[in-house]
């Protein structure tokens, strides 16, 4: 983005140039000012200048006015630019659904009994001579279900940092096998709206973008899995993690509130079974739904408008003065159709701008100026791996990168004949799993703060990440993973002058 701007100016400086190729430089204005806007907003106001930064609601909102502005005084009418955009949005609504189901799906899950009953089994099982990749396993499993990385280190994390403390194990080393955990889960659930953005921004199905990371994620899981099972064999953990106080409060907690039961499972297994099967998505989370309905109802006890209302507004089961564990209340009250209301409403202003662009096809040609000399499949790929990592920890926004990087590489793998899996999974390999280990990204700043760790001194024990920075590429230069050419080219492109 910033390289775009300084090409911008380097061909204004050119008072040769000729109308005939005064198509490139209105196509890269919208560009242009987007990354001004992303850079300057986002970027230079919180961390240079101290002061809070612009919402990412904004920035994407000025930018397609000024898409808009650009395209009307182009000579383009407003049904065309609106036709555009429809077409766009229209494109996106079953991706957009599924973000809406989400928030229900995950309040279903939790008043129903299911998260809980799984965490207290995660917990329960905890061994100290295996705390280190326990702990990754944890939280892996917890993301896995819940869909939030920052979810699962508020509860979870929090207990496992409790609980290296209270057996003298390495506070740094759980640290960041908590945050590489949840990251595992972040990444691969259906319920994360990271994965969720990533499919929706390159028009990939949610499951099929899932099975396709599968083949760098797992590696990388494999590679920390031994890395902490050979550091915690290096250690004399006693075994008292189970006796700590933060652990059997939370337990206690959790069974006051609960009825465990094997039932439980059927949601969880719904959406396993039906990801296996490739049925459609927003059938298989639905029904999910629903079985967690039932049994928060008719197992659990609770009121139908209680039920009904947490997935509307979220869990909201204690009173404030109720003398319950901080990290139960963090991990059972969430959810609802209202807490994925920034995700949607990021998505579908993004569309706005995107479809407008689309007029003037902004990314392709923003792709080309950049990384025009990445001509083979390959390094097109690394190419957006590259722009993936850049983007998010310029933005510190995962939803940002997934749009812009998402559209600006989409047309070229098309005509390449590389999978559009391969993109969405590029998107999330180093635009998703840096942000744990950028100092300055939200991310981080709020794993720090969560688990009382600091950035550098956890980074380098998130190996879940580290491992995946280098599987991705690899996988990119040698195929494995990637079906290079295994798409058909596509049947059209759309340029500037249709649709006038």
């Given at each position: ?14 008072p ?15 560009a ?77 899950w939790?008043?129903?009994?299911t ?24 939280a ?10 920052w ?17 003298g194990?390495d ?22 709206d ?41 250690f ?49 989370l ?32 204690y ?25 949607i409403f ?6 706005l ?25 390959k ?57 744990s ?14 688990l ?24 990119a ?24």
């Open positions: 983005m910033v390289l775009s701007a300084i090409w911008l100016f380097h061909a204004m400086d050119n040769d140039d000729t109308l005939s190729d005064i198509g490139d430089r209105p196509a890269l204005l919208p242009v000012v987007l990354a001004i806007l992303v850079v300057w907003g986002l970027v230079v106001r919180p961390l240079v200048l101290d002061r809070p930064a612009i919402p990412l609601e904004i920035v994407f909102l000025a930018s397609a006015a000024f898409a808009i502005a650009q395209l009307l005084w182009l000579g383009f009418s407003w049904l065309t630019i609106q036709q555009s955009i429809v077409q766009r949005l229209a494109k996106a609504l079953p991706a957009i659904l599924i973000l809406l189901l989400i928030g229900p799906l995950v309040a279903a939790m008043i129903s009994g998260i809980p009953m799984l965490v207290s089994w995660g917990v329960q099982l905890i061994d100290p001579r295996v705390l280190y990749v326990t702990s990754f396993l944890i892996a499993v917890f993301s896995t279900l819940t869909g939030t990385s979810g699962s280190a508020a509860t979870v994390g929090v207990v496992l940092i409790g609980i290296s403390t209270s057996v194990a506070s740094a080393i759980v640290a960041g096998a908590v945050v590489g955990g949840a990251y595992f889960g972040d990444k691969l659930s259906p319920l994360s990271t994965t969720n953005m990533a499919a929706i921004a390159t028009g990939v199905d949610l499951f099929e973008h899932i099975r396709s990371m599968l083949w760098s994620t797992v590696p990388s899981a494999f590679f920390a899995v031994a890395a902490y099972l050979l550091i915690g064999l290096l004399d953990q006693p075994a008292e993690a189970q006796n700590s106080e933060a652990v059997v409060g939370f337990l206690q907690s959790l069974h006051e509130q609960f009825r465990f039961n094997l039932a439980l499972l059927i949601p969880v297994l719904i959406v396993l079974f039906g990801s296996a099967k490739k049925w459609p998505t927003i059938p298989v639905l029904s999910s739904i629903c079985s967690a309905v039932v049994l928060a109802i008719f197992l659990q006890g609770f009121p139908v408008n209680t039920v009904l209302q947490a997935l509307v507004s979220g869990v909201e089961l009173d404030s003065g109720a003398a319950v564990p901080d990290a139960v209340i963090a991990l059972v009250e969430r959810g609802g159709i209202y807490s994925m209301k920034e995700a990021v998505a579908l202003l993004v569309f701008f995107v479809g407008a662009i689309d007029l003037l096809n902004t990314m392709p040609r923003l792709v080309e100026t950049l990384f025009g000399f990445a001509r083979g499949q390094a097109t790929v690394v190419s957006a791996l590259f722009a993936s990592a850049t983007t998010n920890a310029l933005t510190s926004n995962q939803s940002a990168t997934a749009f812009i990087v998402g559209d600006a590489f989409a047309q070229r793998f098309d005509n390449l004949r590389v999978p559009r899996r391969v993109l969405s999974r590029s998107i999330e390999d180093t635009g998703t799993m840096i942000e280990i950028i100092p300055w990204h939200a991310t981080a700043l709020f794993m720090s703060a969560t009382g760790v600091s950035v550098a001194e956890y980074w380098y024990w998130q190996v879940l990440t580290l491992a995946n920075l280098l599987v991705a590429p690899v996988l230069l040698t195929g494995i993973g990637c079906n290079y050419g295994t798409t058909a080219p596509p049947q059209s492109v759309q340029t500037p002058e249709q649709g006038k």
